[in-house]
C-alpha cells in the first residue's frame, strides 16, 4: 500500500487531523494529500497553481470528499473530475456530515462510488476511515491508467 496517494479533500482542519490519526491507527502509512477546498483540489489533480510541477501522471488511488467546501463545493469537484479523461476512473468517496437525500443521490448521479456519512463518534468515525481505507487502497483493483 506504499505507493498509493489518499487525496483527502477537507475544509475543516479537526477533520483533517482526526482523518490522518485514524488512517495511521489502522496501519495505513499511505501518503495523503490534503486540500483545504475544491479548487485546491482540482489544481492538484491537474498540475495547476501551486501544483504546476507535479507529476500528472501520477494519480491518486482514492479521493476522500467532503461536498461542503469553499470555493467550490464537493458535487462541483466531482462533476469536474468525472468530465475529464484523465481523472473520470479514480475513485471517488462522498465523506461528508450531510445528511441531506438530495446530496447522496447527486453524488451518484455524479459518478461517485461511494457515499459515506461522517459518524460523529471519534471511535466510529476511526472505524469508519480504517474500513474505507483497507478497501480502496487494498481490496481495490484500479484500472491499468491508474496504477502507476
Not at 475544491?38 to 498540475?47: M, N, P, R, V
Not at 466531482?78 to 465523506?95: A, D, F, G, M, Y
Not at 455524479?110 to 463518534?121: E, I, M, W
Request: net charge negative; hydrophobic share 40%.
Amino acid at each position: 500500500m506504499k505507493n498509493k496517494i489518499i487525496l483527502l479533500v477537507e475544509d475543516n482542519p479537526d477533520d483533517q487531523v482526526l482523518t490522518i490519526q485514524a488512517l495511521k491507527n489502522s496501519n495505513i502509512i499511505n501518503e495523503v494529500i490534503i486540500a483545504d477546498d475544491g479548487i485546491e483540489a482540482l489544481d492538484y489533480l491537474f498540475g495547476r497553481g501551486k501544483y504546476a510541477r507535479r507529476d500528472t501522471t501520477q494519480f491518486p488511488s482514492v479521493i476522500l470528499l467532503d461536498i461542503n467546501l469553499p470555493k467550490m463545493n464537493g458535487l462541483e469537484v466531482l462533476k469536474e473530475i468525472r468530465q475529464n479523461e484523465k481523472t473520470q476512473l479514480i475513485p471517488v468517496v462522498i465523506l461528508t456530515t450531510s445528511k441531506e437525500e438530495q446530496d447522496l443521490i447527486a453524488s451518484y448521479k455524479l459518478g461517485a462510488n461511494s457515499y459515506v456519512q461522517k459518524p460523529v463518534d471519534f471511535n466510529q468515525f476511526a472505524e469508519a476511515i480504517k474500513h474505507l481505507g483497507l478497501y480502496w487502497l487494498l481490496l481495490n483493483t484500479l484500472p491499468p491508467s491508474l496504477e502507476k
